[in-house]
């Protein structure tokens, strides 16, 4: 008889029947399927409850940090303190000291009630940090890191880019961040970047290959949309409350809207929340939609897709689900991350606003084609992107590590 896996995933968010980000529709769709495997007997840490619904699973599974009111809770917040605002804090001030010992104390409540882990999930960086603890407390179960992103990396980029103090401010971030997040990682038996580029990172760390696997992000498939462009229209899609987002969608507006002033078109900014600089370039010619009910009706009638992205790290989900759609995408080395598409098949890289300028003639001119660009990124996608096939490895990995075998 084969063997249940005990199974505990430490989480920064609950699980829900929808998340509002990327990743966690990636981590609601791989738990669902573990939680539902008779396989694995799957309990779930949560350090953050969003208030959103959970999935239908017993709460004797779930244990979610809930906010608190009252004299107890802002005890709790004056002890975190040092864990947000401490340069040196030893988590990298990635996980409040709140929540470390809320996972700590419901770890040693569920190995004193019996259920003791022979795998342990560490989802997104905020968890993986605290492979340290983890180890000390289960020493036999396995560690799996699921990065969706390598922080460090998004870190360096931002030292890259902002100036004066606030550059030296990320330049030591991501120095301390880089050291603590790797270290976590070595204690880690299996590592998931959600990005194949993080995988090649990881390589030249010195992590050996075998203890890496890629895990594909889940995605909304959007091949079924029937393009049909108004001819106008240039999108540029995201969650806008994020400065990756309102910097990249400003630089566009800054950078290459003057170049094209002689074409008749109209720059569309897609997602909710917004920024009140961004929201002041609202005219004729710039539209700022903030929240919408749906996104497809932008990817049948816009001409293209632009994300000339200035911030960020790891795998861009708009991205993916924008080649889905057949919607020709114009971006840079940011924005293409983690996805092997081929420039001038696939997709148009555009680095510098006079590329972005060349390219969006071209496209409008019929001088690149969009219909092929658009046939070329469905089956890119189709061909590349199979989270079905992502899952089966990843149970795979889960038993052969739960039952004691090495990856």
């Given at each position: 008889?084969?063997?249940?896996i005990?199974?505990?995933?430490?989480?920064?968010?609950?699980?829900?029947?929808?998340a509002?980000?990327?990743?966690?529709?990636t981590?609601n769709?791989?738990?669902?399927?573990?939680?539902?495997?008779?396989?694995?007997?799957?309990?779930v840490?949560?350090?953050?409850?969003d208030?959103l619904?959970l999935?239908?699973?017993?709460?004797?599974?779930?244990?979610?940090?809930?906010?608190?009111?009252?004299?107890?809770?802002?005890?709790?917040?004056?002890?975190?303190?040092?864990?947000?605002y401490?340069?040196?804090?030893?988590?990298?001030n990635?996980?409040?000291?709140?929540?470390?010992?809320?996972?700590?104390?419901?770890?040693?409540?569920?190995?004193?009630?019996?259920?003791?882990?022979?795998v342990?999930?560490?989802?997104?960086?905020?968890?993986?940090?605290?492979?340290?603890?983890?180890?000390?407390?289960?020493?036999?179960?396995?560690?799996?890191?699921?990065?969706?992103?390598?922080?460090f990396?998004?870190?360096?980029?931002?030292?890259?880019?902002?100036?004066g103090l606030?550059k030296?401010?990320w330049q030591y971030?991501?120095?301390?961040e880089?050291k603590?997040?790797?270290?976590?990682l070595?204690?880690?038996?299996?590592?998931?970047?959600?990005?194949?580029?993080?995988?090649?990172?990881?390589?030249?760390?010195?992590?050996?290959?075998?203890?890496?696997?890629?895990?594909?992000?889940?995605?909304?498939?959007?091949?079924?949309?029937?393009?049909?462009?108004?001819d106008?229209?240039?999108?540029?899609?995201?969650?806008?409350?994020?400065?990756?987002?309102?910097?990249?969608?400003?630089?566009?507006?800054?950078?290459?809207?003057?170049?094209?002033?002689?074409?008749?078109?109209?720059?569309?900014?897609?997602?909710?929340?917004?920024?009140?600089?961004?929201?002041s370039?609202?005219?004729?010619?710039?539209?700022?939609?903030?929240?919408?009910?749906?996104?497809?009706?932008?990817?049948?009638?816009?001409?293209?897709?632009?994300a000339?992205l200035?911030?960020?790290?790891?795998?861009?989900?708009?991205?993916?689900?924008?080649?889905?759609?057949?919607?020709?995408?114009?971006t840079?080395?940011?924005?293409?991350?983690?996805?092997?598409?081929?420039?001038?098949?696939?997709?148009?890289?555009?680095e510098?606003?006079?590329?972005?300028?060349?390219?969006?003639?071209?496209?409008?001119?019929k001088?690149?084609?969009?219909?092929?660009?658009?046939?070329?990124?469905?089956?890119?996608?189709?061909?590349?992107y199979?989270?079905?096939?992502?899952?089966a490895?990843y149970?795979?990995?889960?038993?052969?590590?739960?039952?004691?075998?090495?990856?």
């Open positions: 008889m084969e063997k249940i005990n199974t505990l995933w430490v989480s920064q968010n609950t699980p829900t029947q929808k509002e980000k990327a990743g966690g529709n981590f769709y791989y738990f669902k399927s573990f939680y539902n495997d008779s396989r694995f007997n799957v309990k840490i949560a350090l953050t409850n208030g619904p999935m239908d699973m017993n709460p004797k599974d779930c244990f979610s940090l809930k906010r608190e009111g009252g004299f107890r809770n802002k005890i709790k917040k004056i002890s975190s303190i040092e864990s947000k401490n340069p040196f804090n030893r988590n990298a990635l996980i409040s000291n709140k929540m470390e010992k809320f996972a700590v104390q419901k770890i040693r409540y569920l190995l004193e009630n019996g259920f003791v882990p022979d342990v999930i560490l989802e997104w960086t905020q968890c993986v940090v605290l492979a340290n603890i983890i180890k000390a407390l289960i020493p036999k179960a396995k560690l799996i890191a699921s990065e969706h992103d390598l922080t990396i998004a870190y360096q980029r931002k030292a890259a880019f902002y100036k606030k030296l401010y971030k991501y120095k301390h880089k603590i997040e790797l270290q976590a070595k204690l880690c038996d299996l590592i998931m970047p959600h990005n194949p580029d993080n995988a090649d990172v990881l390589k030249k760390e010195g992590f050996s290959e075998n203890r890496i696997q890629w895990l594909v992000p889940y995605f909304n498939k959007l091949n079924h949309i029937r393009r049909n462009p108004n106008r229209d240039i999108l540029f899609f995201g969650a806008m409350a994020r400065p990756e987002n309102y910097l990249s969608a400003i630089w566009f507006i800054e950078n290459v809207m003057p170049k094209i002033d002689d074409l008749d078109i109209r720059f569309v900014v897609l997602g909710s929340g917004s920024n009140e600089k961004l929201k370039y609202e005219g004729k010619r710039i539209h700022i939609t903030g929240y919408v009910e749906s996104i497809e009706p932008y990817f049948e009638q816009s001409v293209c897709l632009v000339p200035v911030l960020g790290a790891g795998i861009k989900i708009k991205i993916i689900e924008a080649l889905s759609a057949g919607l020709p995408v114009l840079n080395n940011i924005g293409i991350e983690g996805i092997p598409a081929v420039n001038g098949k696939d997709y148009i890289h555009c510098s606003a006079k590329e972005y300028e060349t390219a969006i003639r071209s496209i409008f001119s001088e690149i084609s969009p219909d092929e660009l658009s046939s070329n990124s469905v089956k890119f996608i189709e061909k590349n199979c989270f079905e096939d992502s899952l490895k149970k795979d990995a889960i038993l052969r590590l739960g039952q004691g075998f090495r990856q």
